[in-house]
C-alpha cells in the first residue's frame, strides 16, 4: 500500500521546481514538478509520495488524512520516518 502525507507548501523555488513543506512541524525539500503548473502557491497543501508532490489536496482532506496516519502511528513512535529538519535556505 503506497501511503500519500499531506503537507502545507512554505515556500515554492520555481527555478528548481521545488519547495519546501511542512509535515506536522517537520520540514523537507521536495520536488514540486507534477503540481507547481496548477495553480499552487505558498499555503496550498499537498499530497507527498517519495519526496514528490502529486496533488494539491484542500486543507479538510489534508486534516483527515494526518489524523488518520496518527491514529495507526501511535503516539509513543514520536513523528513521520523519513522525514527531517532540513535548511530552509
Not at 29 to 36: E, F, P, Q
Not at 40 to 68: C, K, P, Y
Amino acid at each position: 500500500m503506497c501511503v500519500g502525507l499531506p503537507a502545507r507548501v512554505i515556500d515554492i523555488d520555481v527555478d528548481t521546481r521545488s519547495g519546501l513543506v511542512d509535515v506536522d512541524g517537520v520540514r523537507r525539500r521536495v520536488d514540486l514538478s507534477l503540481v507547481i503548473d496548477d495553480g499552487l502557491v505558498v499555503g496550498d497543501w499537498v499530497l507527498l509520495h517519495v519526496g514528490f508532490a502529486m496533488s494539491i489536496v484542500d486543507e479538510e482532506e489534508a486534516a483527515r488524512t494526518l489524523e488518520f496516519i496518527k491514529f495507526f502511528e501511535g503516539e509513543e513512535d514520536g513523528g513521520f520516518e523519513g522525514f527531517e529538519v532540513v535548511d530552509s535556505r
